[in-house]
């Protein structure tokens, strides 16, 4: 579980992204941060695996601090996933998602093995694990990105708007994918969207930032349907 403790994120130049956020995202769920461009979502996953820290308050990962887990320690827990999947462009589709083991010191054949497995639950054919990402579409090399968060068996997935770049089908597609996905991996999952159809799709609960960092709701989706 992922604890928010009244927490405040202030940039240098004084802008409050995260004001006084309070919140938990329970293990097993998915979790939607939900709200307008500049809201905070983007700086709320970025200061759980401390990509940057907090200014005021905590986070707790299953009761522990961030601040006391050395970053290298905590990000091995902890799979992230944004917008543009990053692949490395001169890495084949398996290395891609086998980048993570190999520096875990995995040997090459698990490695290899564990991200043909992993690219085959986030429905990828097989055909493509040789291929390099220039020569995959957006919504494959979406599947790759989720694969490669998988592959050290994280209890806990950031996902930053992980699926807004590709088109609706294959947005469509993806997001089954990962309801299924979930349904069988019981993660910890943080997802962050603008869309407010997609919070309400997979959600277990919502919470909806505006502008100012500031947490407007903490929602059952069911609820945000009905208004
Ligand atoms: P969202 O992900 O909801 O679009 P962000 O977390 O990216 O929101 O940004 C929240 C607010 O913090 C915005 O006003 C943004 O301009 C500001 N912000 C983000 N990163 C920085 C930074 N490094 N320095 C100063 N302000 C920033
Ligand atoms: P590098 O970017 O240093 O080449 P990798 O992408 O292979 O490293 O990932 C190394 C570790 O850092 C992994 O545990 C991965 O989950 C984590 N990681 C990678 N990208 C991010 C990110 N944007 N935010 C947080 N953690 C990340």
């Known amino acids: 579980m992922i604890t928010f403790d009244s927490v405040t994120k202030r940039y ?13 995202a329970p293990t097993g769920e998915i979790t939607v941060f939900v709200g307008p ?13 401390r990509m940057i820290d907090a200014s005021e308050g905590r986070i707790l990962l299953d009761g522990e601090p961030v601040q006391n887990i050395d970053p290298p320690t905590l990000r091995r827990g902890i799979g992230y996933v944004i917008q543009q999947a990053g692949l490395f462009p001169h890495r084949k589709i398996v290395d891609n998602v086998a980048t993570v083991p ?3 010191g995995w040997d090459r054949k698990k490695a290899r093995a564990r991200a043909m497995e992993l690219l085959e639950r986030v429905g990828l054919d097989p055909a493509f694990a040789g291929r390099y990402p220039f020569q995959l579409s957006g919504g494959q090399q979406q599947r790759v ?26 947005r469509t597609s993806l997001q089954d994918e990962l309801l299924r996905l979930q349904s069988e991996l019981n993660k910890t999952i943080v997802f962050v969207t603008h869309d407010i159809d997609e919070a309400i799709k997979l959600g277990d609960r919502v919470a909806v930032l505006r502008v100012g960092g500031k947490l ?9 349907l009905s208004e």
Not at 37 to 49: D, F, P, V, Y
């Open 145 to 170: 990105g989720v694969a490669r968060a998988l592959a050290a068996d994280p209890p806990v997935l950031l996902m930053d708007e992980p699926f807004s770049a590709v088109d609706p089908i294959v």
């Open 102 to 104: 190999y520096l875990l």
């Open 12 to 24: 240098p130049d004084g802008t409050v992204a995260v004001d006084h956020l309070s919140l938990e």
């Open 216 to 224: 407007a709701q903490l929602a059952d989706p069911k609820t945000l």
């Open 37 to 49: 461009s500049g809201c905070g979502k983007t700086t709320s996953l970025r200061m759980i695996n």
